[in-house]
T-cell receptor
Framework: AQSVSQHNHHVILSEAASLELGCNYS??????LFWYVQYPGQHLQLLLK??????LVKGIKGFEAEFIKSKFSFNLRKPSVQWSDTAEYFC????????????FGAGTRLFVKA | NAGVTQTPKFRILKIGQSMTLQCTQD?????MYWYRQDPGMGLKLIYY???????DKGEVPNGYNVSRSTTEDFPLRLELAAPSQTSVYFC???????????FGEGSRLTVL
């Protein structure tokens, strides 16, 4: 069955610390990978996506993610977090064998201390 | 730009009542989805639609029904509400499948 696993449910960092959020997926076939962010009181919005090409993708607000096919991973990184990055982050996957369904991980709540 | 619009934003229901969550998008997307979000569980797909007149079940369809009579609208109906349906519901649309999802602001439903 298709699934997405996010390793950390809660992360607390100080401003300027580096961030890495883990994401592993189980999916047969070609995949498209996403990170969505949900700021407090807001709806989900796209942070970045990978469809094909360069496995290192850059998104908004200085975030990037690396697709490592051999590890079935798509980890999210940011070199220096800000207080405004406090949010919940969701990894998601869809692809050509899943029909039209996007599967989400359980989410990681990030709290950045000022 | 309206994007995906959901109504109502908040609702309290009594056990056994029924209601419809409305979802409208103005981006002419063929693909539409209903998710529920529960703490620590991420988003679970309830139903989805690939175009007007076509719907299919997702991961957690029990207790819900949908219809898709137009490209723009994708209402979610709850019949005989139960406390287990207390959740935040998100409607989303996509221009392609598989592809990026565009979300509405969510509807918080409490069943007492």
């Amino acid at each position: 069955a298709q699934s997405v696993s996010q390793h950390n449910h809660h992360v607390i960092l100080s401003e300027a610390a580096s961030l890495e959020l883990g994401c592993n997926y189980s999916y047969g076939g070609t995949v498209n990978l996403f990170w969505y962010v949900q700021y407090p009181g807001q709806h989900l919005q796209l942070l970045l996506k990978y469809f094909s090409g360069d496995p290192l993708v850059k998104g908004i607000k200085g975030f990037e993610a690396e697709f490592i096919k051999s590890k079935f991973s798509f980890n999210l990184r940011k070199p220096s977090v800000q207080w405004s990055d406090t949010a919940e982050y969701f990894c998601a996957v869809n692809g050509n064998t899943g029909g039209f369904k996007t599967i989400f991980g359980a989410g990681t709540r990030l709290f950045v201390k000022a | 730009n309206a994007g995906v619009t959901q109504t109502p934003k908040f609702r309290i229901l009594k056990i056994g009542q029924s209601m419809t969550l409305q979802c409208t998008q103005d981006m002419n997307h063929n693909y539409m989805y209903w998710y529920r979000q529960d703490p620590g569980m991420g988003l679970k797909l309830i139903y989805y639609s690939v175009g007007a007149g076509i719907t299919d079940k997702g991961e957690v369809p029990n207790g819900y029904n949908v219809s898709r009579s137009t490209t723009e609208d994708f209402p979610l109906r709850l019949e005989l509400a139960a406390p287990s349906q207390t959740s935040v519901y998100f409607c989303a649309s996509s221009p392609a499948a598989p592809g990026e999802l565009f979300f509405g602001e969510g509807s918080r439903l409490t069943v007492l």
